[in-house]
């Protein structure tokens, strides 16, 4: 099984952590309990309720262990931040972040970083439904 | 100098007003559209640019490529972080200084290669604490991640050093006085200057030292 972290239970977040609760290790991370109190039965995973940006945090999640960190709040530069100390301080091989910013993605992605954006990732799947 | 401050709150302001008063040039950016129209009428010396500086095109608005120093001074960690990384990577600006608006967050600012991130919490913990001791020694300034100290120590009646020339007192290794404080006047001191009681010394010490110097000071820890 591998250890995957997500932090942020936004929408994206707990859609993933459910399903990846069923087939690996997951624990998340968020600040707002309400949030995490919403995981009821089909959720599997660890849940940890506090600041992603204090690394004592980050470290009681196993961040050591961690095979992939899905960064997921709806905060690009909080995603941004942990992301690129995840790489460069705990060597995390696959990082995996949320921007809302299409100008972020360029300036931020490196190699082990992967940066997402919707509206991108939207509009080259719309363009795939024409070709 | 030109500097580049984001972030419009207290500490942006007052920073703004005062490097302006000292003849420099700054820039000021915040978010709030309001507050900019209000500023922008209040401070007529300071540029106000009015968005998001953690978006590199408003750095870029705000000319920071020209700027010899940076600051963050929002109230988002996270913000000051990556304001100081865009200046630094993408705009080549040689000193970058933070607002930490968290202590918790330090770690990440040092991470993130921020030059010099200040932790006011903590800044005024210590001077609280300070306070709170009612010590004849005030710690003035901690140099080298506080293994150097800047103290002040004053002198009472009693203090085993009183009336004494410099050349007789026996100071501990790794500490050595700097000036005394003797009412209006300043005393650099040499061999013969002598310690009177109620003079204010300020003293250069290794932090391993201090309790020692504070003894042969003052004859109490």
């Not at chain 2, 309001?34 to 300071?46: F, H, I, M, N, Y």
């Not at chain 2, 200046?87 to 000193?95: C, D, V, Y």
Request: charged share 30%; proline share 3%; hydrophobic share 40%.
């Amino acid at each position: 099984m591998r250890y995957i972290i997500i932090v942020g239970c936004s929408r994206t977040g707990r859609v993933l952590a459910r399903e990846l609760s069923n087939t690996d290790n997951v624990v998340i991370i968020d600040k707002d309990l309400k949030k995490l109190d919403s995981f009821k039965e089909d959720f599997n995973g660890k849940k940890i309720w506090a600041d992603a940006l204090d690394v004592n945090t980050l470290e009681k999640a196993g961040i050591k262990e961690a095979d992939a960190l899905f960064l997921l709040t709806g905060n690009d530069n909080l995603n941004l931040v942990v992301g690129k100390v995840a790489k460069r301080k705990y060597k995390i091989k696959k990082i995996i972040l949320q921007v809302n910013d299409t100008m972020k993605k360029k300036i931020f992605g490196e190699e082990g970083l992967t940066v997402i954006n919707k509206t991108y990732l939207l509009g080259e799947v719309l363009k795939k439904c024409i070709s | 100098m030109y500097i580049v401050i984001a972030g419009a709150g207290r500490l942006g302001l007052i920073l703004a007003k005062r490097l302006t008063e000292d003849k420099h040039q700054v820039c000021l950016i915040d978010k709030s559209q309001r507050l900019c129209g209000l500023l922008a009428r209040e401070l007529d010396k300071v540029m106000i640019i009015c968005g998001d500086a953690t978006y590199p095109e408003i750095l870029r608005e705000a000319q920071i490529e020209k700027a010899d120093v940076s600051v963050a001074a929002t109230s988002g960690d996270e913000d000051n972080i990556i304001i100081s990384y865009l200046a630094k990577e993408l705009f080549g600006i040689k000193r970058t200084v933070s607002r930490v608006n968290d202590p918790k967050h330090i770690p990440l600012y040092k991470y993130m290669k921020v030059d010099n991130p200040v932790d006011s919490t903590s800044i005024i913990a210590r001077v609280v604490e300070e306070e709170a001791s009612f010590s004849d020694v005030m710690n003035l300034l901690s140099i080298k991640k506080g293994r150097l100290s800047i103290v002040r120590v004053d002198i009472p009646e009693n203090s085993p050093v009183a009336n004494k020339s410099l050349k007789d007192i026996k100071l501990p290794a790794n500490s050595v006085l700097i000036s005394i404080l003797r009412g209006p006047e300043i005393v650099i001191p040499s061999g013969s200057t002598s310690i009177l009681p109620g003079d204010e010394i300020i003293a250069a010490t290794l932090i391993d030292s201090e309790a020692d110097l504070t003894k042969s000071l003052i004859g109490k820890v």
